[in-house]
């Protein structure tokens, strides 16, 4: 399990405790230094059904500065992608990677359901 944060995210810190707290062993990387690969957002991307947008951080000043918002409908996958996999900045965080999904934002009924195990 790996977890990209950045290190004065309210919402990392949070990820990063409930994490800990159920016992998920994990590695963390700062997103700032070492963005998701793109095949880890192509994961995300699937898990978020398709919806690119789910991956941006959409109330950074990255996202503002570059436009996203006007340019994402028509602007190509791949190219999305890549303007992610290039900053750290403009992906939602914290992002969490496994095996077999990964996922954007802290959400901890949806962690819950993916990453602990059925009584």
Request: with cysteine; proline share 8%.
């Given at each position: 399990m790996t977890i990209y944060t950045l290190?004065?995210?309210d919402s990392c810190r949070?990820?990063?405790k409930w994490l800990r707290e159920n016992g998920?062993?994990?590695q963390e990387i700062p997103i700032r230094v070492q963005p998701p690969t793109l095949p880890e957002l192509r994961l995300a991307l699937q898990s978020a059904g398709g919806d690119i947008r789910k991956l941006f951080n959409t109330s950074g000043q990255d996202y503002r500065a570059l436009n996203i918002k006007e340019s994402l409908p028509t602007m190509p996958e791949s190219e999305a992608l890549n303007l992610l996999a290039a900053s750290g900045n403009l992906i939602k965080r914290p992002f969490?990677?496994?095996a077999d999904f990964a996922m954007a934002g802290f959400?901890?009924?949806k962690w819950s359901y993916s990453l602990t195990p059925d009584p």
């Amino acid at each position: 399990m790996t977890i990209y944060t950045l290190k004065n995210c309210d919402s990392c810190r949070k990820a990063v405790k409930w994490l800990r707290e159920n016992g998920i062993a994990f590695q963390e990387i700062p997103i700032r230094v070492q963005p998701p690969t793109l095949p880890e957002l192509r994961l995300a991307l699937q898990s978020a059904g398709g919806d690119i947008r789910k991956l941006f951080n959409t109330s950074g000043q990255d996202y503002r500065a570059l436009n996203i918002k006007e340019s994402l409908p028509t602007m190509p996958e791949s190219e999305a992608l890549n303007l992610l996999a290039a900053s750290g900045n403009l992906i939602k965080r914290p992002f969490l990677v496994s095996a077999d999904f990964a996922m954007a934002g802290f959400d901890p009924l949806k962690w819950s359901y993916s990453l602990t195990p059925d009584p």
